[in-house]
């Protein structure tokens, strides 16, 4: 039984597959099986030019916009980390005014 809240939806994967897409999408660019809490930039699985690389990935299936603050490396540094700033991205803003 889980205690999340939000609804699993076809457009919103559980943090769970999230945490698997970017996992398989990592070792498939690197060669590499890599934990969800390893220091990527400390065991040198990214490059500053490779995690441009992953801010595309992340941009593009998930539909979402990294921008400003959000580029920060430590949002980057482990597969974790990534997994908790795609998940507060997709959620809409509080106070938007359409809505």
């Given amino acids: 039984m889980t205690t999340d809240s939000t609804p699993?939806?076809?457009?919103?994967?559980?943090?769970?597959?999230l945490e698997k897409e970017l996992l398989g999408f990592l070792e498939g660019h690197t060669g590499t099986p890599w934990d969800a809490d390893t220091d990527l930039f400390?065991?040198?699985?990214?490059?500053?030019?490779f995690a441009m690389q992953v801010v595309v990935?992340?941009?593009k299936t998930y539909a979402i916009a990294v921008r400003g603050?959000?580029?920060r490396?430590?949002?980057?540094?482990?597969?974790?980390?990534?997994?908790e700033l795609v998940d507060r991205l997709r959620v809409?803003?509080?106070?938007?005014l359409h809505g």
């Fill in 8 to 17: 699993d939806t076809p457009d919103s994967p559980d943090i769970n597959d």
């Fill in 42 to 49: 400390g065991a040198g699985g990214l490059s500053s030019l």
């Fill in 57 to 59: 990935h992340l941009e």
């Fill in 69 to 71: 603050a959000d580029l």
């Fill in 73 to 83: 490396l430590d949002n980057f540094r482990t597969v974790r980390r990534m997994v």
């Fill in 92 to 96: 809409p803003a509080t106070g938007d």
